[in-house]
């Protein structure tokens, strides 16, 4: 099983700030990022994933992988309220998913 | 369906019971996997199908926990004597495939309480 390491948090930033998490991995190996977010109560929901070292840019959200470092991080610019959920990190090997624990954001208004 | 489908819902059990937690993947994905997600953690891997095959059940914590894919769809997992360390939920998800690049999809989990 792939170890996969987060910051628990909370983290809790005001409303239009940018929230950045963090992640690291230990097979250096790995290919394939994912951030998926995690509402209190609800099914992981994929919102990122990358292949390639540097930054990926969707909307609000950057991911960033830097494979020599084994260091993927999400940033969420502009925090909304609805962006209050747990971020769990994920390294995929063939099929397998292998999870970080999470870091739980609070957006404050 | 539109999504992936599990039920039940919520299960309370008492501790030695056996369980049956169902999972419907969504139309035509071929990979099926089921996870536990104990509280304030990070979903861990059980078990893996391909089709009815089940290729990986590296995940399962004990000879207690099974799960079947007989006909390639719909996908069971059973605890048997279940304990209150079983208590968890139960993610159920499915891809296209399970090659790299294709979407898993989870359900919205089968919480299980064991009393």
């Known amino acids: 099983q792939k170890e996969v390491e987060q910051n628990s948090g909370p983290l809790s930033v005001p409303e239009g700030a940018i929230a950045s998490l963090n992640c690291t991995y230990s097979?250096?190996?790995?290919?394939?990022f994912f951030w998926y977010r995690q509402y209190s109560g609800k099914s992981p929901e994929l919102i990122m994933f990358?292949?390639?070292?540097g930054d990926k840019e969707d909307g609000r959200f950057t991911a960033q992988l830097n494979k020599a470092s084994q260091y993927v991080s999400l940033l969420i610019r502009d925090s909304q309220p609805s962006d209050s959920a747990t971020y769990l990190c994920?390294?995929?090997?063939?099929?397998?998913?292998?999870f970080g624990a999470g870091t739980t954001v609070t957006v404050r208004a | 369906g539109a999504g992936v489908s599990q039920s039940p819902r919520y299960k309370v059990a008492k501790r030695g019971q056996d369980v049956a937690l169902r999972c419907d993947p969504i139309?035509?994905?071929?990979?099926l996997f089921w996870y536990q997600q104990a509280l304030g953690q990070g979903p861990e891997f059980l078990t893996y199908f391909q089709n009815e095959a089940q290729l990986d059940k590296s995940g399962l914590p004990s000879d207690r926990f099974f799960a079947e894919r007989p006909e390639g769809s719909v996908s069971t997992l059973k605890i048997q004597r279940t304990q209150q360390e079983d208590s968890a939920v139960y993610l159920c998800?499915?891809?296209?495939?399970?090659?790299?690049?294709?979407?898993?999809?989870f359900g919205e989990g089968s919480w299980l309480t064991v009393v």
């Open positions: 998800a499915s891809s296209l495939t399970g090659i790299s690049g294709n979407t898993i999809y």
């Open positions: 990358i292949y390639s070292n």
């Open positions: 097979d250096r190996g790995s290919q394939s």
């Open positions: 139309s035509g994905h071929v990979s």
């Open positions: 994920a390294v995929k090997d063939d099929y397998k998913l292998s």
